[in-house]
């Protein structure tokens, strides 16, 4: 069973988002007939943990949405983004991104409600949004006609690196920021 850390490893690694200590008990435990708690799997990934922390590995372990993933170190930033913008094909839009913001603050809201914010159309955002998995339907509203709730998904956690929604910055902390940046300009 020494290489229980290395099947961890493996299963991290091999995730698309961040996996949760119960997912990888649940792993074992199939893999290995034997009960695992998330304790058990929460002290093997603090030995991978601090074996990724030397400086001869490129990426880290890192908790980021209540789970575990790979990630490479921000030593490496740079040179990945160089790659990164060759590849992109398509980044998110101006307009994407704020209805991505009204998602992300009002949710569970629906697309009238986000469209009324914005005071434009918001279909094709919201479609470029769901596919790339920024958001997800959350339900439906008991308004007239029940209308889709839009809710934000674990890959927009992933994709800002943060735990809960609660991590956000406050919509208030914002409106500072962009006044004070306003006087200081004039």
Known sequence: MDNVELYIEALIFSSEQSIRLEEIAYCLQSVFEKDFTPAQVAKSIESIQNKYADTNFAIEL?????GYQFLTKKDYHSVISLLQAQRAK??????????????AYKQPVTKTDVEQIRGVNCDYSIQKLLEKDLIVIAGKSEAIGKPILY??????????????????????????????IGAAAE
Do not use: C, W
Not at 62 to 66: A, C, E, P, Q, Y
Not at 90 to 103: F, G, N, P
């Open 90 to 103: 398509k980044k998110l839009s101006q307009t994407a991104m704020e209805t991505l913001a009204i998602i």
């Open 151 to 180: 809710g934000t998904s674990p890959m927009f956690m992933d994709y800002f690196g943060i735990n809960s929604i609660a991590e956000l910055p406050h919509i208030k902390e914002l409106t500072n920021e962009s006044e004070s």
């Open 62 to 66: 890192v908790r980021i949405n209540n």
